[in-house]
């Protein structure tokens, strides 16, 4: 029987098609810093059809298109401090988790979400992926489509860091991964690495931007995980 996956996790982590009618939950994540947030408000404004430009007769993309900046982290500085916040939960122990979410989401850069956290019916943010065996869509299980997306962007990696490091850094399986949703889908993935052939294990961590044309994606960062992961921390 095939596996399919719970109603929170249904969607593949890649943009939306739909780039007319987006909607501003999907566009103000918490990982944004305060450009890209002032991007995400400047296209919830729009109304109306978006201008299109072709850059080679085939493929249309839309005006806010535009390659991200390697090895640059939009969580980089953040902080998070809840006594600043407001209530937004009536359930005191539902606001007691979402704001631990959040501050996790902060504290681990997007790479680790605490199951459980994040209420079933907030449908912004980063999302968890419980099982990497359930569906991601185009014939892939979530393992698939994140060891495929993790390769992406450890190729650049060695391409910029092989001679500086000395080594190339070989890819060995997913550990987990996370992903938000929206016109600027992004997967935050956790996996094993060697560094050498008959090296030990290694951390490491890879983001990425998943847009909505197939085979299309742009590798964001990838790099050693920190020394004490959260993920290890909290499970």
Same mark, same amino acid.
């Given at each position: 029987m095939?596996?399919?996956?719970?109603?929170?996790?249904?969607?593949?982590?890649?943009?939306? +098609?739909?780039?007319?009618?987006?909607?501003?939950?999907?566009?103000?994540?918490?990982?944004?810093?305060?450009?890209?947030?002032?991007?995400?408000?400047?296209?919830?404004?729009?109304?109306?059809?978006?201008?299109?430009?072709?850059?080679?007769?085939?493929?249309?993309?839309?005006?806010?298109?535009?390659?991200?900046?390697?090895? @640059?982290?939009?969580?980089?500085?953040?902080?998070?401090?809840?006594?600043?916040?407001?209530?937004?939960?009536?359930?005191?122990?539902?606001?007691?988790?979402?704001?631990?979410?959040?501050?996790?989401? @902060?504290?681990?850069?997007?790479?680790?979400?605490?199951?459980?956290?994040?209420?079933?019916?907030?449908?912004?943010?980063?999302?968890? @992926?419980?099982?990497?065996?359930?569906? +991601?869509?185009?014939?892939? &299980?979530?393992?698939?489509?994140?060891?495929?997306?993790?390769?992406l962007?450890?190729?650049?990696?060695?391409?910029?860091?092989?001679?500086?490091?000395?080594?190339?850094?070989?890819?060995?399986?997913?550990?987990?991964?996370?992903?938000? &949703?929206?016109?600027?889908?992004?997967?935050?993935? &956790?996996?094993?690495?060697?560094?050498?052939?008959?090296?030990?294990?290694?951390?490491?961590?890879?983001?990425?931007?998943?847009?909505?044309?197939?085979?299309?994606?742009?590798?964001i960062?990838?790099? /050693?995980? /920190? &020394?004490?992961?959260?993920?290890?921390?909290?499970?």
């Amino acid at each position: 029987m095939e596996t399919t996956e719970p109603m929170e996790e249904s969607s593949r982590p890649v943009a939306s +098609a739909s780039v007319t009618k987006r909607k501003a939950e999907s566009d103000t994540d918490i990982e944004d810093s305060d450009d890209e947030n002032k991007e995400c408000d400047d296209e919830v404004e729009e109304s109306g059809d978006e201008e299109y430009v072709d850059s080679d007769d085939e493929l249309m993309k839309p005006t806010w298109w535009t390659v991200p900046e390697w090895d @640059v982290d939009s969580f980089e500085g953040l902080e998070y401090h809840s006594s600043q916040e407001e209530n937004e939960l009536s359930d005191q122990e539902a606001e007691g988790k979402w704001r631990r979410y959040k501050r996790l989401v @902060v504290e681990s850069k997007g790479f680790y979400v605490e199951p459980g956290l994040r209420p079933r019916y907030c449908f912004s943010g980063i999302k968890p @992926v419980s099982n990497l065996e359930f569906s +991601a869509g185009f014939g892939q &299980t979530y393992r698939e489509y994140f060891a495929e997306m993790a390769c992406l962007c450890l190729q650049k990696y060695n391409q910029e860091k092989s001679e500086i490091n000395g080594f190339n850094v070989e890819f060995v399986e997913v550990v987990r991964g996370n992903y938000t &949703t929206g016109s600027r889908s992004k997967s935050y993935i &956790t996996f094993m690495a060697r560094e050498k052939p008959d090296g030990p294990l290694v951390e490491y961590q890879a983001k990425v931007w998943c847009t909505f044309v197939q085979h299309e994606n742009y590798p964001i960062l990838c790099r /050693p995980a /920190p &020394t004490q992961s959260l993920g290890t921390k909290f499970t």
